[in-house]
Structure formats: C-alpha cells, structure tokens
C-alpha cells in the first residue's frame, strides 16, 4: 500500500510516497480502515521542518505523516460488537507522527466514531484536528455559554473557521479577525462583527470578551487582558516560552492542546449533520500530490482546509 514517508527533517521534498505492508489487525478493539481522506493541519508541516524536536527528539527513519482519518471498517478484531463491516468512521491519531497518510491504517475502535449518513465525507476530514482543537479550546477551556462574546483570531483558518461556527451553535456573539480578502469569508460562516488585521489592530478595540481565542497566535495574555471580562479567559494554540509562563502565573491564561476525544468528534459530526458545521475546503490534493499540498499549507494563507485524497 502507499504511505507518506520521510527520514530527514527538512523542506517538502524529504517526503516521499513509498510502498509499505499493509498494516494488520490487533486481537483487541481493533478495526482495519481503508482510508479515503485526510486533511493536512500545520503540525504536518511543523513536524517535518523538525520544529518539534526538542520533544521529538532526532528523526526515526521512515516517519509517517498524518492525523486525520476517514475511511471505511474493512476487518474488525472479534471483540467488536460496535461496527460492522463496511461503517464510515473519523479519528484523530493520538501518536505524535501520525500516520493517515496512507492507504490503510489499524485504529483502536475506541478512538473513534462512526460518520451519520449524508454528510460529505471529504468534509468530515478536515474535523478530527481542527475542529477538536477549536471544540477542546472553546467548549473545555473556555466553558463557552449561551451569549457570551468571543474573539477569534484567525477566522478563516482551519482551526479558526470551525470556531467560529461551533461558537455560534453555541449561542456566542463571535467577533473574528482576519485579513481584509477574508471577512466575507468570516461574515458568512456566522461572524457578527469581522475586523481586518490590516485596517485596524484589534488589541485597541474598545469591546471586552468572554473568551479570546488566539488561533493564529500572535498575541499572548499579556497583550490582551484588557479585552477579557472579569472571568474571561484568553486560550493559545502554541507552547512557547511565553505561553507556559503565562499558563503557569495567570489562570484565566489557557493553552489547547489537541488529543483524540470522542465526546468532542460525535459533538462536532452531529452539528454537521444538523447543517451548524461546514468545513470549507480551500483545496483538495491527491496522496501523491502531497509535496504541493505542503508547498500550500505551509504559506500560511489556506482559507478553511486543505483536504488529502486517498482512497
Ligand atoms: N495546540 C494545538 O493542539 C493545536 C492544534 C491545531 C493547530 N494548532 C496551531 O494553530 C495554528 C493555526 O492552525 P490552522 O491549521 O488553523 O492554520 P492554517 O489554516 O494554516 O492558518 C492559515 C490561515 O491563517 C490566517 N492568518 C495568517 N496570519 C494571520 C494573522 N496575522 N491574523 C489573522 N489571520 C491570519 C490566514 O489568513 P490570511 O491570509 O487572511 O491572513 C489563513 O487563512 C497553527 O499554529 C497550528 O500549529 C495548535
């Protein structure tokens, strides 16, 4: 079968589509999953940069790639009463390399959940990562309620235009920053108000906030607390230096840090199934186009999701 590949850190031509063995099937809580789409989230190019490796460590040859999966049961271990042959699943990987881009992949079926029917599939993979991320960050850490104001920052991004939405089937009033190109963009996934960096600096903005969420992370608690209400809180998306301190000195200081979570993931399925969630997708790559699907993701500049064609 094929699978994304690298052994170097490095720029996108490390990655390689090589062939490998088809995975097999464990004896316990275990599905065999054809994979038909994944989506690309910026810790695929982080991680192949080597940004992370003072965690990671040095590079193992033949790294995989890839967290989001979207595919079909194809075996089961026999414990399995839950799924059935043939069900359309999502999950996010829990590892820290991924691995879903590929053409099959062994999952523990208690990492994730079935798709309801007539939802476009190419959609739901670009939720395992963003959407948990912009659901964890919100929803846990913010402990968003019904009217409570909330700035994104970074609406059209992939974490940030799943935020937005999930904030307004929640009841928020959502203010998002974007560029000036995208606060259409932004206005129709449901913004009420839609700043663009380039005309204005949203740290001067006269409103307060229940939750900030700072997507594309270019500010930090500091910079924004006199946005936040008496009990608002301002969440990050990176570990920096600053970050941690912050996180560790100010509670009302929050970092997301992505993890598979079912709860989240069914949540995030059933507001697309209710029509609450949309994943707008910029572009979609074939597996072997994936050196262009870095190329364009890495710019920063992908409005929505980038989605990662495999089966
Ligand atoms: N901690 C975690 O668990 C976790 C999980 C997921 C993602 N993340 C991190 O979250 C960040 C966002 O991820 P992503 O997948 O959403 O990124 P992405 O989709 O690649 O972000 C690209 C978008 O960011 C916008 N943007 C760039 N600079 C901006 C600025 N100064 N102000 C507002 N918008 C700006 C761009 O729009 P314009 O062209 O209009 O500027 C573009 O739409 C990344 O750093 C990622 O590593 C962290």
């Known amino acids: 079968m ?51 490796r003072l965690v990671s460590g040095l590079i193992k040859p033949r790294t995989k790639q890839g967290f989001d999966v979207v595919g079909e049961v194809i075996e089961k271990s026999y414990d399995l009463q839950e799924f059935d042959l043939g069900d359309k699943i999502a999950g996010l990987l829990g590892n820290f390399e991924g691995g879903s881009f590929s053409e099959y992949i062994v999952v523990k079926a208690d990492s994730v959940v079935k798709i309801p029917d007539n939802i476009p599939i190419n959609q739901v993979a670009g939720i395992p990562m963003a959407g948990t991320t912009a659901w964890l960050a919100l929803l846990k850490l913010g402990g968003l309620k019904k009217g409570d104001k909330v700035l994104i920052n970074g609406g059209s991004s992939g974490v940030g235009h799943l935020a937005i939405q999930i904030a307004k089937a929640y009841g928020a009033e959502v203010t998002s920053i974007s560029s000036t190109k995208n606060l259409d963009f932004c206005k129709q996934l449901g913004a009420d108000v839609t700043i663009s960096y380039q005309d204005e600096d949203f740290l001067e903005s006269t409103s307060t906030f229940d939750i900030i969420f700072d997507v594309v992370f270019n500010a930090s608690y500091k910079k924004t607390k006199h946005l936040l209400k008496a009990k608002g809180v301002y969440i990050g998306t990176t570990p920096t230096g600053t970050m941690i301190k912050e996180m560790l000195r100010y509670k009302q200081a929050k970092f997301v840090s992505v993890h598979p979570n079912q709860v989240a993931l069914k949540d995030l399925l059933k507001l697309m199934k209710e029509d609450k969630l949309q994943v707008k997708i910029d572009k979609e790559f074939l597996l072997n186009d994936i050196i262009k699907a870095h190329d364009y993701i890495e710019k920063s500049r992908t409005v929505g999701k980038l989605i990662i064609k495999i089966g």
């Open 2 to 52: 094929k699978q994304v590949l690298y052994s170097n850190y490095g720029d996108s031509s490390v990655l390689k589509v090589d062939e490998v063995d088809k995975p097999r099937i464990g004896k316990k809580n275990s599905l065999l999953v054809k994979i038909y789409y994944s989506s690309l989230n910026a810790i695929d190019w982080k991680n192949r940069k080597g940004d992370f």
